[in-house]
């Protein structure tokens, strides 16, 4: 029996029903509305990066506060994110989603308002708070109302692309939009995007929950949601002030400690925030390992490449945010092929040959030199290599949900979604704290292109590393042709 035939009989999930075998009018529709809110959270992880300075310089941020802008944005969006996962599935997933939409457009409104530093990093703390809860609730309502094969791979594909592309158009789009108008409007363009989603999604999207709610594991909210805090926060501490920072190791040994207390306070709940049967999972387990290597690669490779552009090729922050415009097209068509690749080979073999493809791309960009000339080689290693990374995200994403009934669909897409904060929050300061090894305090065109050359490598290796753990663990049925 499969997973959607066993939601149907046991009725455990309200609203759920038998999904359709095929894409009707109304799942489209359903699939717009989770894209575009999907896509919309991912601009966000990257439409200030280039603003920053700007902001800075316009609301009164001394130098070492400015981090915080995108600091108190990713701490909440992968802090809270299993927490909210849990609260979808037993509270509503429609009513969590739309709330959080209402939130992140408020919040947005706020920003793009904002007069001090403080009315912005409240603003800030909101929208990442959204993005927790908007981003399991989205997921899991895709995963519920498309059944497990095909359809659901396709939905996946596309998901996966529009968050890889969003996290490109806003690096592009937060230049354009500080060059052209001013950086307010990088934070007032969710508002009428989050409006028009929040008036079609009652329509469209039908209320997911279980009939009977358990109690929700406040103890283990506490500690997840307090050791991711304390993980991201150093590993943010690392990346601006080396691994040798003491606060940033305190806050590390603290992160551990606390999700080591979260797993032994799930192994004796009655009613846990994500079951252990659920973590020992092979399929969740080495699942969610590929997606957080995907996702730190991927994402921090793009600050490696604005590091390169910028300081070894004096481009300008707009030229630069511009020449990643083949990554999103290659991370378009990487989720556009990826569920056709997953049903003629399988998951597994999906996940291996986009590993392996990300990894050459990424290898091909060692060869780098400080001339315009490398560009070519630029273009072509992130384009291939978006193609790549997109296939192991889908790949990860189908292996991190599959084989589940649907009312742990949340808890699922909650761990998946917080592997992909997670991988999104430490990539950048990982590798930067690896380039500025090399990187002496006179910064010169040959430091930073050693360093960057540095980073690129263990990037490389760690794509690696990430495809042979799945080639070696990993066990997946493949999934039928239709």
Not at 275 to 296: D, M, Q, S, Y
Not at 352 to 381: C, E, H
Request: charged letters at 10%; proline letters at 5%.
């Amino acid at each position: 029996m499969s997973v959607v035939d066993e939601a149907s009989v046991s009725g455990g999930v309200r609203g759920a029903g038998s999904p359709p075998a095929r894409m009707t009018g109304r799942l489209r529709l359903l699939l717009v509305v989770l894209l575009v809110a999907q896509f919309m959270l991912a601009v966000d992880f990257s439409i200030l990066n280039v603003a920053l300075p700007v902001i800075g310089k316009g609301l009164g941020f001394s130098l070492s506060n400015l981090q915080w802008i995108a600091t108190s944005f990713a701490l909440c969006a992968a802090g809270f994110t299993l927490f909210f996962g849990r609260v979808a599935d037993l509270f509503g997933r429609r009513r969590l989603f739309l709330a959080g939409l209402a939130l992140l457009g408020l919040s947005s409104l706020v920003g793009g308002l904002a007069t001090s530093p403080g009315i912005l990093i409240a603003a800030r703390i909101a929208q990442g708070l959204a993005t927790a809860a908007v981003t399991p609730a989205g997921l899991s309502l895709l995963t519920t109302s498309f059944p497990e094969g095909p359809l659901r791979d396709k939905a996946l594909g596309l998901n996966g692309a529009l968050m890889s592309a969003g996290f490109t158009t806003g690096a592009i789009l937060g230049g354009v939009l500080t060059d052209l108008l001013s950086w307010r409007w990088s934070f007032f363009i969710n508002v009428p995007v989050a409006l028009a989603v929040l008036l079609i999604a009652p329509g469209v999207i039908k209320e997911s929950r279980p009939d009977q709610r358990p109690r929700l594991d406040i103890p283990g909210a506490l500690t997840v949601t307090l050791g991711l805090l304390a993980l991201v926060f150093g590993l943010t501490r690392a990346g601006e002030n080396g691994w040798s920072d003491p606060t940033a190791l305190i806050s590390l040994a603290a992160g551990l400690l606390l999700l080591i207390a979260f797993y032994l306070v799930e192994s004796k709940a009655p009613a846990p925030l994500v079951p252990v049967t659920i973590l020992k999972r092979p399929t969740v387990i080495w699942g969610n390992i590929a997606g957080l290597i995907a996702f730190l690669t991927e994402t921090s490779l793009v600050f490696l490449m604005t590091l390169y552009l910028q300081e070894v090729l004096d481009f300008s922050p707009l030229a630069a945010g511009l020449s990643f415009g083949v990554l999103g097209i290659g991370t378009v068509i990487g989720g556009s092929l990826a569920a056709k690749v997953i049903a003629r080979i399988g998951t597994k073999a999906t996940l291996i040959t986009g590993g392996l493809l990300q990894a050459a791309a990424t290898a091909a960009l060692l060869t780098l030199g400080d001339t315009r000339t490398s560009m070519a080689v630029l273009l072509t290693a992130t384009f291939l290599g978006g193609i790549g990374n997109m296939l192991v995200i889908v790949g990860f994403m189908v292996t991190a949900t599959s084989g589940l009934p649907d009312h742990e669909q949340g808890m699922a897409t909650g761990l998946a979604t917080m592997t992909q904060q997670i991988g999104i929050t430490m990539g950048t300061p990982i590798m930067s704290a690896i380039a500025t090894t090399q990187i002496t305090t006179h910064a010169t065109h040959t430091t930073v292109l050693d360093g960057v050359t540095l980073a690129v490598l263990v990037n490389t290796a760690l794509v690696l590393a990430g495809t042979l753990t799945t080639a070696l663990f990993l066990h997946t049925r493949k999934t039928p042709t239709p």
